[in-house]
């Protein structure tokens, strides 16, 4: 069984910085095998992709973080991280891991895999 645990979340000013963490264990589970990713849903809104992370270290984001955010992965610790820099109002949502899933947009045949971590809450607000 895989589990995936988020940390890092909080509140925040506009402009702020926060940076996440998502710590993966489990039987028989090999990280260094999977794809894996960060996703959002905002109150009101469907889950939306944030970023991926391929296990050749290759990333992908979404347009309305390019340029703010950056994902990255430490095999050796089983853990893959999410900077986020210029923090917006807009990016208040909880955050989820994911592991598993195929890389980019859904429309260009992305889409998460079966483990989800049980998300972390962050709050953008003055």
């Known amino acids: 069984q895989v589990q995936l645990v988020e940390s890092g979340g909080g509140l925040v000013q506009p402009g702020g910085s926060l940076r996440l963490s998502c710590a993966a264990s489990g039987i028989g589970f090999n990280f260094n095998l999977y794809h894996m990713g960060w996703y959002r849903q905002a109150p009101g809104k469907q889950r939306e992709l944030v970023a991926g992370v391929s296990r050749f270290g290759g990333t992908d984001y979404a347009d309305f973080v390019k340029g703010r955010f950056t994902i990255s992965r430490d095999n050796a610790k089983k853990t893959v991280y999410l900077q986020m820099n210029y923090l917006e109002f807009e990016d208040t949502a909880v955050y989820y891991c994911?592991?598993?899933?195929?890389?980019?947009?859904?429309?260009?045949?992305?889409?998460?895999?079966?483990?989800w971590g049980q998300g972390t809450q962050v709050t953008v607000s003055s």
């Open positions: 994911n592991a598993g899933g195929r890389p980019g947009p859904s429309n260009a045949g992305g889409r998460p895999g079966p483990y």
